[in-house]
């Protein structure tokens, strides 16, 4: 259509009949009279409209998500990390309540022997001496620190100072085939010499050949000249099986000890020996023996004439025969002795 002043007229009259029907149709409400041409249109233009929207709105929710993939690898990225965080601080919660009960335990052993302690975390297995069951403490000479030291834990014995740095400390553990140290028995005061053997439980020599010793003994240490390597009284463990005598002038016995050498990590070094010999004191309480239940039955007297029944319950009550009952035909009579009677024999008559 070209562009001329008729066009022009019916464009101006096509929209003042649109704001017409517009208006009459807003003022109408529900009952518009246009509501009928409405439904007929939305009728023919609806299929239409929706076939339109499913070719399109794939292709917008494409474009939607590629314009939004960034910002959701984002989001995605700093939850990962959120959860990465949140996983890392419940298992540092479960470590630092374990190095509380160590810590704990620790504070309580060395309080019980009067030993003062400096404390210390394992940071390193094994050392490059040579020794095959080491471990590095994260203390040195500049805490204190001296060689031949003795170093435990809340369980007890866990070896010697062996090597100082400045910073760092090594030491050789209870366990291993060079560590030596002398021991006394629990209550007995026996007197040994304790190997360290690796993964198996230590070795005892007892002096006295002839020591009465059983598997549940234990044994502490029995402290060195000037407390030096080792402080009287540290637990070391207890004894699991008791080699038979040969006749020799000592006494073999297999202890396990109370530390778990391959899960250290709180011990405190004994930077001061205690006053006196703490003996058994630093040793843990045997568990006492459950009490054995007792039951006392007491039988009620029976009332006066009456007869107390003693038979168990449940049990049918069975007839009480009379003695001088009478003799069935066919029953033979007995004698007081149990014989059979004769009937030929005549009872002896004495006038």
């Not at 208006?23 to 518009?32: A, F, Y």
């Not at 203390?139 to 100072?161: E, K, P």
């Not at 010999?277 to 309480?285: E, F, G, N, W, Y």
């Given at each position: 259509?070209?562009?001329?002043?008729?066009?022009?007229?019916?464009?101006?009259?096509?929209?003042?009949?649109?704001?017409?029907?517009?208006?009459?149709?807003?003022?109408?409400?529900?009952?518009?009279?246009?509501?009928?041409?409405?439904?007929?249109?939305?009728?023919?233009?609806?299929?239409?409209?929706?076939?339109?929207?499913?070719?399109?709105?794939?292709?917008?929710?494409?474009?939607?998500?590629?314009?939004?993939?960034?910002?959701?690898?984002?989001?995605?990225?700093?939850?990962?990390?959120?959860?990465?965080?949140?996983?890392?601080?419940?298992?540092?919660?479960?470590?630092?309540?374990?190095?509380?009960?160590?810590?704990?335990?620790?504070?309580?052993?060395?309080?019980?022997?009067?030993?003062?302690?400096?404390?210390?975390?394992?940071?390193?297995?094994?050392?490059?001496?040579?020794?095959?069951?080491?471990?590095?403490?994260?203390?040195?000479?500049?805490?204190?620190?001296?060689?031949?030291?003795?170093?435990?834990?809340?369980?007890?014995?866990?070896?010697?100072?062996?090597?100082?740095?400045?910073?760092?400390?090594?030491?050789?553990?209870?366990?291993?085939?060079?560590?030596?140290?002398?021991?006394?028995?629990?209550?007995?005061?026996?007197?040994?010499?304790?190997?360290?053997?690796?993964?198996?439980?230590?070795?005892?020599?007892?002096?006295?050949?002839?020591?009465?010793?059983?598997?549940?003994?234990?044994?502490?240490?029995?402290?060195?000249?000037?407390?030096?390597?080792?402080?009287?009284?540290?637990?070391?463990?207890?004894?699991?099986?008791?080699?038979?005598?040969?006749?020799?002038?000592?006494?073999?016995?297999?202890?396990?000890?109370?530390?778990?050498?391959?899960?250290?990590?709180?011990?405190?070094?004994?930077?001061?020996?205690?006053?006196?010999?703490?003996?058994?004191?630093?040793?843990?309480?045997?568990?006492?023996?459950?009490?054995?239940?007792?039951v006392t039955v007491t039988a009620e007297p029976p009332a006066d004439g009456e007869q107390a029944n003693t038979r168990p319950q449940g049990q049918a009550e069975q007839p009480i025969q009379d003695p001088a009952r009478e003799q069935a035909p066919g029953d033979q009579a007995r004698k007081p002795d149990g014989r059979a009677a004769n009937p030929n024999d005549q009872e002896d008559a004495t006038p």
């Open positions: 259509m070209r562009d001329t002043r008729e066009s022009r007229l019916l464009l101006v009259l096509l929209v003042a009949v649109a704001f017409a029907l517009i208006t009459v149709d807003i003022r109408g409400g529900q009952e518009s009279p246009v509501d009928g041409a409405r439904q007929a249109a939305a009728a023919v233009f609806g299929p239409v409209e929706n076939g339109v929207a499913a070719a399109v709105d794939p292709i917008g929710n494409a474009i939607g998500a590629v314009r939004d993939s960034g910002e959701r690898h984002n989001r995605i990225a700093a939850l990962e990390k959120e959860n990465a965080a949140l996983k890392a601080e419940l298992g540092s919660d479960d470590r630092n309540r374990n190095r509380l009960r160590e810590l704990d335990a620790l504070l309580k052993t060395a309080g019980a022997g009067q030993y003062g302690i400096k404390g210390a975390q394992v940071i390193a297995i094994g050392s490059a001496q040579g020794f095959s069951w080491t471990v590095t403490l994260d203390v040195g000479a500049r805490d204190g620190i001296q060689r031949d030291m003795t170093v435990l834990n809340g369980a007890g014995l866990v070896g010697r100072v062996t090597t100082v740095g400045p910073s760092t400390s090594t030491v050789l553990l209870a366990n291993d085939p060079d560590f030596t140290v002398g021991t006394r028995m629990e209550k007995s005061d026996e007197l040994g010499f304790a190997t360290g053997q690796g993964d198996r439980p230590l070795l005892v020599q007892l002096l006295n050949g002839k020591a009465k010793v059983k598997a549940g003994d234990r044994l502490v240490t029995f402290g060195s000249a000037g407390d030096r390597p080792f402080v009287p009284g540290v637990p070391v463990g207890e004894i699991v099986r008791v080699d038979p005598l040969g006749g020799g002038l000592t006494r073999n016995v297999h202890v396990r000890p109370y530390v778990g050498f391959s899960k250290l990590d709180i011990v405190g070094v004994v930077v001061q020996a205690p006053r006196s010999d703490p003996r058994d004191t630093v040793l843990p309480q045997k568990p006492k023996p459950a009490p054995t239940v007792t």
